[in-house]
């Protein structure tokens, strides 16, 4: 399973310019989270942070019982192993084939054959529909190919944790189906810990276990995908349906004059070009392609989640109800073991531990 990454209060600040302040969150061992936010609120540096490339300014951040933010070089270098990273450029070496900048994990942190090295490399660059495409420079292909690219690279030590930074960015609709399809058969395979940063809503409502997301210089919110899918918060809301209407404007934060000025644009009958489909609301989550194996997070996500229920927002609460099988409301002690057929559950009346919260 992979590791759990718990950051506490971490605050961040580039000179007098504060990015964010007292974040906390923890990633679940082995689930699916993504980070939602605007752009410039902070999302890579943030990425960046969780694995000592940048240096907060307080806070701390513990993989494997080690505070990447106080710890030595020595060991923070031992830590970063357990990371795969994509980052949002692809960080590829312009000089370097797609070979050879996929094996450059292997040849640096590992006393791998290149016989070894090749299996891999290839194993990843198949993975990630590069096959044939070994040789080419990454000035030689396209955006879309240099993300995959660099997500191949971001596999080949078996990573723990998976840090993805706007994966789906210069990618067509289809690949972005693949890709999200793809992480989610990894973390089928592998059980890795994965954290995606996106613009992509479909990707957002339909890939991860937990949704976060960063506004205002602050983590707005971050837990089971069903709390921010079903949120009223304005940002969440406007941020999900892309629309202009709202706090969120074209550079920062809008104010109050500016948001109503727009309100009254919109009651005037002007158009945003937003469609009027409200795109919150709980949709069903991807699962692994058949033949693989079954998410091991799943489970261990219903339990943690049934664990917390009571403290969720309703809305949130009861889409997670509506959700549960027959045998995972047995489980969770929500009914009396019915006499009825077990595909009827319909008309069941939840039966609560200590009381309806
Ligand atoms: N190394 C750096 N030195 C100084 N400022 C930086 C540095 N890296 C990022 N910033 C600033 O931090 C802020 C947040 O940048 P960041 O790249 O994390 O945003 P983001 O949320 O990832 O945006 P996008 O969605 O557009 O990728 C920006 O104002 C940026 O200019
Ligand atoms: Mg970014």
Redesign the pocket.
């Known amino acids: 399973m992979g590791a759990e990454v718990v950051v506490e209060g971490l605050t961040k600040s ?1 000179g007098n ?1 504060a ?1 964010w302040r007292d974040v906390t969150l923890t990633l679940p061992p082995g689930e699916v989270s993504v980070m939602l ?1 605007p ?7 943030f990425l960046k942070s969780m694995i000592g490339l940048l240096k907060p300014d307080r806070g701390r951040c513990v993989v494997n019982g080690v505070d990447i933010v106080t710890c030595s070089e020595a060991k923070l270098y031992e830590v970063r192993k357990l990371f795969g990273v994509l980052f ?1 450029d692809g960080a590829l070496f312009g000089s370097m084939n797609l070979y050879d900048n996929v094996a450059f994990p292997l040849r640096e942190h590992t006393r791998k054959s290149e016989a070894e090295i090749k299996r891999i490399v290839l194993d990843k660059l198949e993975l990630t529909g590069l096959q044939g495409a070994e040789r080419k420079l990454p000035g030689e292909i396209s955006g879309g190919m240099r993300k995959r690219a660099g997500l191949a690279r971001a596999l080949v030590l078996d990573p723990e944790i998976i840090l993805c930074d ?1 994966p789906d960015s210069g990618l067509d609709p289809v690949r972005t189906a693949y890709l999200s399809q793809l992480l989610i058969d990894l973390n089928a395979q592998i059980d890795a810990t994965i954290l995606i940063v996106t ?1 992509n809503i479909n990707l957002a409502r339909t890939v991860p276990d937990n949704l976060g997301m960063l506004f205002r210089k602050e983590l707005v919110m971050f837990g089971p995908r069903e709390v921010l899918l079903t949120s009223d918060e304005p940002v969440v809301e406007q941020f999900l349906n892309g629309r202009r209407i709202g706090p969120i404007g074209m550079s920062e934060e809008k104010d109050a004059a500016q948001m109503a000025q727009e309100a009254a644009h919109a009651a005037a009958g002007h158009s945003d070009g937003s469609s009027e489909e409200d795109l919150r609301g709980i949709v069903a989550q991807l699962e692994p392609t058949p033949g693989l194996p079954e998410r091991k997070a799943v489970r261990r996500r219903k339990d943690r989640v049934m664990q917390v229920l009571h403290s969720l927002p309703a809305a949130a609460r009861e889409g997670i109800i509506a959700s549960l099988t027959h045998e995972d409301r047995l489980r969770y002690g929500l009914t009396a073991p019915s006499p009825r057929p077990a595909h009827d559950d319909t008309q069941e009346i939840p039966v609560w531990p200590g009381g309806r919260p």
């Open positions: 580039f310019q990015i936010g752009s410039g609120t902070g999302k890579s540096v949002q706007e613009h």
